[in-house]
């Protein structure tokens, strides 16, 4: 982990790109936590404006709707009520109002939360406690209720249910980081003493980077895929020397240390994570075990693409990204060949190339600690996205095969179904606007509260497309914001398109869907922008190609009446 | 432990140009705390945890509060 003197260094350096605002409340000192969390948001070239607020000002910032928290246009509040302070106050409560102690304090929190989405419009942050125990009642405190220790691990569990019921929530797992690196390294008594600092220098660097990895998702930043080695990453041994038969998995050698690897993996997919391959051996032979081997946990239907043949990996694994369609930066490779993690490093540096250690055994505890999957949400049973980028691949196949373009998309018999935003698919449509970043006119990115606010306002139009062929479900695969201006214009606020539709008549079809809901709503002019980011280039030619007349630097508008309806072959769900 | 005054004098002069912000800081014996340009308070608690790390060693809530000047640091990390 990097070092919180390092950070402070990084917190010196320039760094292109607007700055993203963020307020942080504490009941402790919290100066050298908005050092290292500035350090570390450069150290991943985010800027920040960070506000302070003054020591143990929590309450009085979040009551008073002009207060510098709220004024400084906050896109983040982080809230860090540390559990000493919580100490300090549950110690003059009476045994009775001991046994409610969780309760009343996660009705204060709540009400925070309140405060906070009626004044402002930023996500919370909400660090959880760390648990210690005053050790006056011994081990007898576990089944006491009027105990700190039982009233502090309820107010966790609390404030994960809590969190868990509201969008605006998200929670920072410091207790995690205190378990991992044990209470003495997390919290240093002489420093506490001096200065009411709660965090260690030791542990500051980790709760900086928890803090910055939930502000990493929210700008869109996240890991969609793995990309695995097999040889002694997935399993022991090397298969095309040993065999099936004897490599390393389940029962047999280090076998468990694997098994355990591809447990966790397996999981990791149930979540949404896509899994590929890439490995050097004969197709054949690589596939083998997850066909015929007894004890292999990943089997080849957990897998989207898969590799192996004996080009470079950096080729290989530029390959599978243009297959799924996904960014480079979206990806983390494991290998236990140093030569082949600097080969992918060198060659493409936007990949995440963890740096494995040398004994499998550790591989597992390694990959957890760094963190590379966190994420804004979780869709359930409808996570699992294999399938789909399964078909992906099908898809690529097949085209191959068509004389024209033409004859290819008239074959995938494409069918397309539009929504407006609605409660059922808030979440997904706020998660899209967090990971497109392609096919992204404006890069605008909502939260599913802002996803909410927008589809029960009267100042916006709302569609989302669906499309499925006969390979399968894409399911959605574009959506758009239309603000009101007047009643006659309107602007295009928001459209995203995923890549994996891309030309195949998606973007002609979803442009003439919301020219013929304009029409009818009496619109005649829809304005637009393209704002360019370091990956939406895609878009800069498609107002022009969608009948947009340029007007300005970047602005466009579109004659309504005039509209010409563009050819496309996807047809429209019959309902 | 065994420490020369020089080297430990050497190792806080570098260690104060980092944590004091500050390419021109030279030591001095008898430059006092909050005097010396960037050794403020925040400053005070993170030089004494890097010294603690490089030495191994730990000072007392008491040794920290009580430190005045460089030379009575240097002679603190000597004492260790």
């Known amino acids: ?575 | 432990m065994n420490m020369n005054k020089k080297e430990v004098i050497i190792f806080l002069e570098e260690l104060c140009k980092d944590i004091f912000d500050d390419e021109e800081y030279t030591y001095s014996e008898s430059a006092i705390r909050d005097e010396v340009d960037g050794w403020d308070s925040l400053t005070h608690l993170e030089l004494i945890s890097e010294i603690q790390n490089e030495y191994s060693i730990k000072f007392s809530l008491d040794e920290i509060q009580h430190i005045t000047t460089m030379g009575e640091l240097v002679e603190l990390i000597l004492s260790k």
Not at chain 1, 73 to 101: A, C, M, W
Not at chain 1, 177 to 198: A, P
Not at chain 1, 417 to 425: G, H, Q, R, V, W
Not at chain 1, 522 to 550: C, H, R
């Open chain 1, 1 to 575: 982990m990097i070092s919180f003197r390092e950070l402070k260094k990084y917190r010196k350096l320039e760094i292109d790109g607007k700055n993203i605002n963020i307020s942080v409340l504490g009941d402790c000192s919290t100066q050298y936590l908005v050092q290292a969390l500035e350090g570390y948001l450069k150290y991943k070239n985010i800027n920040a404006y960070i506000y302070e607020a003054d020591y143990n000002q929590i309450k009085l910032q979040l009551l008073d709707k002009h207060s510098e928290t709220y004024s400084s246009n906050p896109r983040i509040i982080v809230l860090y009520q540390s559990v000493e302070h919580l100490y300090d106050e549950f110690i003059t409560k009476t045994i009775g109002e001991r046994e409610t102690f969780a309760e009343d304090i996660i009705d204060e929190i709540k009400s925070n939360w309140s405060l906070i989405a009626n004044y402002s419009d930023a996500q919370i942050l909400q660090l959880n406690f760390c648990e210690y125990d005053d050790l006056t009642l011994g081990q007898y405190a576990n089944k006491t209720v009027s105990s700190f220790i039982f009233q502090v691990r309820k107010l966790n569990y609390l404030l994960q249910t809590e969190g868990s019921n509201n969008n605006l929530v998200n929670i920072v797992d410091i207790l995690g980081i205190q378990n991992r690196l044990g209470r003495e390294t997390f919290f240093d008594s002489t420093l506490f003493y001096n200065s009411k600092v709660t965090i260690s220098f030791a542990a500051l660097p980790y709760v900086a980077k928890a803090i910055v990895d939930i502000v990493l998702q929210m700008q869109g930043k996240m890991k969609k895929c793995l990309v695995c080695d097999l040889d002694n990453t997935l399993w022991g041994g090397v298969i095309g020397d040993d065999g099936m038969e004897n490599i390393e998995i389940g029962e047999l050698g280090q076998g468990r240390v694997f098994s355990s690897l591809q447990e966790w993996i397996k999981e990791l997919k149930q979540k949404g994570i896509i899994i590929a391959i890439c490995s050097k051996n004969n197709e054949g032979i690589a596939k083998e075990p997850f066909e015929h081997h007894p004890d292999m946990i990943l089997h080849l239907e957990d897998i989207s693409a898969f590799v192996a043949n004996w080009e470079d990996k950096a080729t290989n694994i530029k390959y599978i990204q243009e297959s799924l369609n996904i960014g480079l930066d979206s990806i983390v490779f494991i290998d236990d060949n140093p030569f082949e993690r600097n080969l992918v490093r060198e060659m493409l540096p936007e990949v995440e190339v963890p740096e494995l250690p040398e004994d499998p055994s550790l591989y597992l505890e390694y990959l957890r600690s760094q963190n590379y999957f966190e994420t804004l949400s979780y869709m359930g049973d409808d996570a699992d996205r294999t399938e789909m980028y399964k078909a992906e691949f099908s898809r690529r196949e097949e085209e191959k095969t068509f004389e024209t373009v033409t004859d290819y998309l008239q074959s995938l018999e494409m069918v397309a179904e539009t929504e407006n935003f609605n409660a059922e698919n808030a979440a997904r449509i706020a998660q899209l606007t967090q990971r497109s970043n392609q096919f992204n006119l404006r890069t605008i990115r909502y939260t599913t509260s802002d996803i909410e606010m927008i589809m029960n306002s009267d100042n916006y139009l709302t569609f989302s497309f669906k499309l499925k062929d006969k390979y399968g479900d894409y399911g959605i695969v574009s959506l758009v914001i239309v603000k009101k201006i007047d009643s006659e214009q309107c602007f295009l606020d928001t459209w995203i398109m995923s890549c994996r539709v891309l030309k195949r008549g998606m973007e002609e079809y979803v442009m003439n869907r919301i020219v013929q809901t304009l029409r009818e709503c009496g619109y005649k002019i829809l304005q637009s922008e393209y704002i360019p980011t370091n990956k939406n280039s895609m878009v800069q030619n498609i107002f022009a190609d969608m009948g947009f007349d340029e007007i300005g630097e970047r602005q466009y508008q579109l004659p309504l009446e005039t509209y010409k309806v563009l050819e496309t072959n996807i047809k429209e769900e019959a309902l």
